[in-house]
Antibody
Framework: QVQLVESGGGVVQPGGSLRLSCSGS????????LHWVRRAPGRGLEWMGL????????NYADSVKGRFTVSRDNSKSTVYMQMNSLQEDDTAVYYC???????????WGQGTLVTVSS | EVVLTQSPGTLSLSPGERATLSCRAS???????LAWYQQMPGQAPRLLLY???SRAPGIPDRFSGSGSGTDFTLTISRLEPEDFAVYYC?????????FGPGTKLAFK
């Protein structure tokens, strides 16, 4: 069964850090780029970033550039998103999604909730 | 960055009716790298269409897309009860990729 599972969400204080993980199974993980997308409460979807299949190429949304870093370990079939200097505006459900012809495709994780609050 | 504007914000229709959702980009998407997603409450988004008009695997043919340049349209030919959700357009032509604010398709 093809699936992605996110983990690592939780409650963190403003200025704090958190690392999210996205683990894949049921497919050749190292063949696919991975996207991160979030949805804040009461707001729409926001694309966060993309890491290429081999981890060499990374792109980020302007809102998180310099604060968030995406990496991957294909030996563990896992992509990570290190989130630093978290702000209350970063409170959201974070999803990872497998790339499909350049866009976040038809395989998504269930999402992990990050709450930034003092 | 490319800003996407969606209209209307809310569209109230009944099952069996035709829905037309619009998405306008602040810059020309010369490669037509525009996708549409559906999101139900509490669920992950679902990819409907990519490169403007190609249906993702498993998407029924009542969903269709059209457009080019800066103006794009998602059409649902005959609404089913399960189609009432929020729809987002998404450009992946130019980094940073961006989503539109969404159109809520509501029961009339």
């Amino acid at each position: 069964q093809v699936q992605l599972v996110e983990s690592g969400g939780g409650v963190v204080q403003p200025g704090g850090s958190l690392r999210l993980s996205c683990s894949g199974s049921g497919f050749i993980f190292s063949n696919y780029g991975l996207h991160w997308v979030r949805r804040a409460p009461g707001r729409g979807l926001e694309w966060m970033g993309l890491v290429s299949y081999d981890g060499r190429d990374k792109n980020y949304a302007d809102s998180v550039k310099g604060r968030f870093t995406v990496s991957r370990d294909n030996s563990k079939s896992t992509v990570y998103m290190q989130m630093n200097s978290l702000q209350e505006d970063d409170t959201a459900v974070y999803y990872c999604a497998r790339d499909f012809f350049g866009t976040a495709g038809n395989v998504w994780g269930q999402g992990t909730l990050v709450t930034v609050s003092s | 960055e490319v800003v996407l504007t969606q209209s209307p914000g809310t569209l109230s229709l009944s099952p069996g009716e035709r829905a037309t959702l619009s998405c306008r980009a602040s810059q020309t998407l010369s490669g037509n790298f525009l996708a549409w997603y559906q999101q139900m409450p509490g669920q992950a988004p679902r990819l409907l269409l990519y490169v403007t008009s190609s249906r993702a695997p498993g998407i029924p043919d009542r969903f269709s897309g059209s457009g080019s340049g800066t103006d794009f349209t998602l059409t649902i030919s005959r609404l089913e009860p399960e189609d009432f959700a929020v729809y987002y357009c998404h450009q992946y032509e130019t980094s940073p990729f961006t989503f539109g604010p969404g159109t809520k398709l509501a029961f009339k």
